[in-house]
T-cell receptor, first 121, second 115 residues
């Protein structure tokens, strides 16, 4: 199957600093990537949709100035948590859409990275 | 918004037994997908069923889809301790075409398979 790499796997940062998380599709091109946040024992909450070459689309309630997303190439999207606070501590997961399709029906299979644990102290 | 609702929220069974998890959703969909997540890890795609399909098999997995009831079920047969994980359903909405293939996840079912 396709592979999505996420880096770093875990990071600890001081309150007020910024931290960048990378998401790479290793063996396919992904025009669309997604960033999720997951609190312990909860479901994934979509934060934003990252589109290559254009601005990200943020979900309601997600601060675009705090969670900067850059999709600079067809294989790389980055999420930067700016001015991090302890409440930003969470598990952040990216995914990339690998398209399939034919006549009549199309869709995508989403491949997830392994996630990044962010702890803000 | 999260529209998928899985039940049960938690399921504990013995190795060798079958595990059934259900998922309900609210809007029209293109397809429904099931994912597995080990604790603290990323998600692994298990199976995708299109809106015009009713049943699909993959190894020990069997997925059904009833679009009239807006529900799906995931059956894992002959469970193993290694199947212990959280299982999520996710729907791709019928209006999410174009370049935005957005998935909406349910809350998940925590499956524990006891050896």
């Amino acid at each position: 199957g396709a592979v999505v790499s996420q880096h770093p796997s875990w990071v600890i940062c001081k309150s007020g600093t910024s931290v960048k998380i990378e998401c790479r599709s290793l063996d396919f091109q992904a025009t669309t990537m997604f960033w999720y946040r997951q609190f312990p024992k909860q479901s994934l909450m979509l934060m934003a949709t990252s589109n290559e070459g254009s601005k990200a689309t943020y979900e309601q309630g997600v601060e675009k100035d705090k969670f900067l997303i850059n999709h600079a190439s067809l294989t790389l999207s980055t999420l930067t948590v700016t001015s991090a606070h302890p409440e930003d501590s969470s598990f952040y997961i990216c995914s990339a859409a690998k398209l399939w399709g034919g006549h009549g029906f199309s869709g995508n299979t989403i491949y997830f990275g392994e996630g990044s644990w962010l702890t803000v102290v | 918004s999260q529209q998928g609702e899985e039940d049960p929220q938690a399921l504990s069974i013995q190795e060798g037994e079958n595990a059934t998890m259900n998922c309900s959703y609210k809007t029209s969909i293109n397809n429904l997908q099931w994912y597995r997540q080990n604790s603290g890890r990323g998600l692994v795609h298990l199976i995708l069923i299109r809106s015009n399909e009713r049943e699909k098999h993959s190894g020990r997995l069997r997925v059904t889809l009833d679009t009239s009831k807006k529900s799906s079920s995931l059956l894992i047969t002959a469970s193993r301790a290694a199947d212990t994980a959280s299982y999520f359903c996710a729907t791709e909405g019928a209006n999410s075409g174009g370049s935005n293939y957005k998935l909406t996840f349910g809350k998940g079912t925590l499956l524990t398979v006891n050896p």
